[in-house]
């Protein structure tokens, strides 16, 4: 059970395959997600899920997720968040952390 609880936690499967975003060389330069994303192999567009997370009155379910955030410290980690919504126009989703913080993010 916690075998199988691993192979869907993000965080774990980077490290086991050599990413830690924590320990990488100071000279790396990051570059823009949307240089190599590729919506075409998403399962549904964000429309779709927001639309997906909702029952059949439009009352909308929880829908969960984790986001990639920097702390104070610079540091990565993986926190858990809700999507509160998605603006079509922005290309971003509202969400919602356990803390009570709201952020837009472009990718989950």
């Known amino acids: 059970m916690i075998e199988d609880a691993q192979k869907q936690d993000i965080e774990f ?3 086991e395959n050599g990413l830690d ?3 990488l060389p100071k000279n790396v330069e990051w570059l823009p997600l949307e240089m190599f ?3 075409r192999f998403d399962d549904k567009q964000p429309e779709e899920w927001i639309k997906f997370f909702q029952d059949e009155h439009g009352n ?3 829908f969960t ?3 990639l955030v920097k702390d104070e410290t610079d540091f990565y980690i993986w ?3 809700e999507i509160t919504d998605y603006l079509k126009e922005d290309k971003v989703f509202n969400v919602r952390f356990e803390d009570g913080e709201n952020m837009k993010l472009k990718r989950l």
């Open 79 to 81: 926190e858990n968040c």
């Open 60 to 62: 909308k379910i929880k």
């Open 13 to 15: 499967l980077l490290i």
């Open 21 to 23: 975003l924590n320990n």
């Open 37 to 39: 994303d590729d919506v």
């Open 65 to 67: 997720a984790k986001a």
